[in-house]
């Protein structure tokens, strides 16, 4: 048993990790259009799933023969895709703050999905937590004068995701491989309309220059670098309590508002401090309930 903790948790260190490290990744595709990037990365990563399912011997053929899992795992499949999108292009746009204050505020929707979806009560420190939330994000929509909707759809695309998945029940693996199996063909129909009527197309475009095998390589890659973390989270779900999951989580947030700040030169304002002070507010009063819910 506590070797097998010992695996999830470093399993849940490394997933968070990569997430974490995103932006620097992404970034290092500065030449492609962030619609470039997000069809490559659907098709690769759908390659990666079906191997890994190959090589492992598992079966997701019979999901998307079920109609319960379609019912399921195509909306999935959908809102990650939006996910994906607003957070490369959020990234490539110089946004990777509010991407980190999104993740932030995740866990608090995941709450309130909970109350709303699976009928779980609200305690009065989560009723506090989400208050502080929303006050942070009316604060800064006023004083700053912008809606933060990049961090708001990254935190409930990916809220939502979670509790499809949940209310599913499915194996990690083989619902990751069947929902890129239903976003696959779109994403090649999408990638060659885009290359035919926009010209953005370098995969394979340039392979006479080390920058066109460097481009071609980091798209290619962009599949494992989806597929493997998600793996690794799946894995620690299994093998440690979700209150430890939940303290490991906030290390991928934490990784990208420290690169978005300190390494790709983006400015944080007293507005971002404020809303994330209300943030982090109400993931502590979360925090110490659910340490006092494991004691007991």
Not at 81 to 95: K, L, P
Request: proline letters at 3%.
């Amino acid at each position: 048993m506590q070797d097998q903790q010992k695996r999830g948790t470093l399993a849940g260190i490394l997933c968070y990790t990569i997430w974490g490290l995103y932006p620097f990744y992404w970034r290092l595709l500065d030449n492609c259009a962030s619609q470039e990037i997000i069809a490559h990365r659907i098709i690769w990563c759908f390659a990666t799933t079906v191997l890994v399912c190959a090589l492992t011997r598992t079966d997701f053929v019979t999901l998307l023969r079920d109609a319960r899992a379609r019912r399921f795992l195509l909306p999935a499949a959908a809102i990650i895709t939006v996910n994906w999108s607003v957070y490369i292009w959020a990234v490539m746009v110089g946004h990777v703050v509010e991407a980190a204050i999104g993740y932030y505020i995740n866990p608090l929707v995941s709450i309130l999905f909970g109350v709303v979806f699976f009928k779980e009560k609200l305690t009065r420190l989560q009723l506090v937590a989400v208050v502080l939330c929303a006050a942070g994000v009316v604060y800064y929509t006023v004083d700053y004068g912008q809606f933060p909707w990049i961090s708001l759809v990254l935190a409930f695309s990916f809220g939502a995701y979670g509790a499809i998945k949940k209310r599913a029940g499915y194996p990690a693996l083989q619902a990751l491989a069947t929902e890129n199996t239903f976003m696959v063909v779109p994403a090649i129909v999408f990638g060659v309309a885009l290359a035919v009527t926009t010209g953005e197309n370098h995969f394979f475009a340039d392979v006479a220059t080390f920058d066109g095998w460097k481009t071609t390589a980091l798209l290619l890659i962009a599949g494992p670098v989806t597929a493997v973390p998600l793996i690794l989270f799946a894995k620690a779900a299994n093998d440690i309590p979700l209150s430890m999951l939940g303290f490991i989580q906030y290390i991928s947030p934490t990784l990208v508002l420290i690169s978005g700040v300190f390494f790709l030169g983006e400015t944080f304002t007293f507005q971002h401090g404020v809303l994330l002070a209300c943030i982090w507010t109400g993931i502590a009063l979360v925090s110490i309930e659910t340490l006092r819910k494991a004691r007991k």
